[in-house]
């Protein structure tokens, strides 16, 4: 099981995603966004930072990077594909995922800790019960998840809704979203689960060095999955 | 050179985030009037003769605008 991870100009938590696979026993390497094949990796994550510094829209321009081409091909494949903050703004400028982040409610640059409520749903990369909530850390200025009201009736139809933004007991209010995000969206996959979409940096909370280990799963649950399969 | 000017907004529903803080804060300054402002971006491009609307429109739905949250308005200023 070998991880691939794209690097971006701009891209900056791409070293944290591998020292975080790496730190779990697992293999990960770069994949540079000017290469036009994936290297034979068995899951892409596509990390978090600015690409092409944000420019026109977060995402926009890291879209047509050569190698997107070829993770695009990857995840309609049914490769399992994870995109991390500005990785999630990315898989949804290139159509792999619904909806769209805009700036956050009350501009403000957020940066802390986070708890999330587990939902029930299809994606491939998260396999903890309903209900479980999780700590891992936000850190974003364009956060806020929309999408129109039939997109949002899909998502929640389909199981496609994976994790809510939440308070401590683990129920969702109004405004347990610090960022605006509709219906209080933290992450979503796409129908077949395979592609997953988050804001929140899994990678940040592995090692237990580094304030937790909550993160754990969002990596191995996809490594338990493509063994048994 | 034919110049396009191309206007891109959010669409009508989606929060605006940095024209409602425009609005608070006009407010604030005793501008009572304002009743809403919308920040969107403007992109102003130059390009080859015989270039028409048709491509700048598909440059836009491509790359310069997001079809799901906005919306454009494509003006042609000069002539070739």
């Known amino acids: ?229 | 050179m034919p110049r396009y000017e191309i206007h891109v907004t959010y669409k009508k529903g989606i929060f605006d985030p940095p024209g409602a803080t425009a609005e608070r804060a006009l407010q604030n300054l005793g501008y009572g009037e304002v009743n809403s402002v919308k920040i969107g971006k403007y992109v102003q491009l130059d390009v080859a003769e015989g270039t028409d609307e048709a491509r700048v429109r598909e440059m836009c739905d491509k790359l310069l605008a997001n079809p799901v949250i906005e919306d454009y308005r494509v003006e042609l200023v000069e002539e070739a």
């Open chain 1, 1 to 229: 099981m070998r991880f691939g991870v794209v690097r971006f100009p701009g891209s900056n938590c791409e070293q944290d995603v591998i020292h975080a696979v790496r730190h779990l026993g697992l293999e990960a390497d770069y994949i540079w966004h000017g290469d036009t094949d994936l290297g034979g990796f068995d899951a892409i994550v596509l990390p978090g930072g600015f690409s092409y510094g944000d420019y026109i829209r977060c995402g926009a321009v890291a879209r047509f990077s050569p190698v997107m081409a070829e993770v695009v091909r990857f995840a309609e494949a049914g490769g399992p594909v994870m995109g991390i903050c500005n990785g999630f703004q990315i898989l949804t400028e290139a159509h792999l995922l619904p909806g769209a982040l805009l700036r956050n409610v009350g501009l403000k640059f957020i940066c802390h800790s986070q708890l999330l409520r587990v939902e029930k749903s299809v994606c491939q990369w998260l396999d903890l019960p309903e209900g479980t909530v999780v700590d891992i850390p936000v850190n974003h200025n364009e956060g806020n998840y929309i999408c129109d009201p039939e997109t949002l009736a899909r998502l929640q139809d389909n199981g496609q809704i994976v994790v809510r933004y939440c308070e401590v007991d683990g129920s969702v209010k109004a405004d347990s979203a610090p960022n605006g995000a509709l219906d209080n969206i933290a992450g979503i996959c796409n129908e077949r689960g395979n592609v997953f979409g988050l804001m929140p940096h899994p990678e940040r909370v592995v090692d237990p060095m580094c304030s937790g280990t909550d993160g754990v799963a969002f990596f191995t649950s996809i490594v338990e999955r493509l063994a048994s399969v």
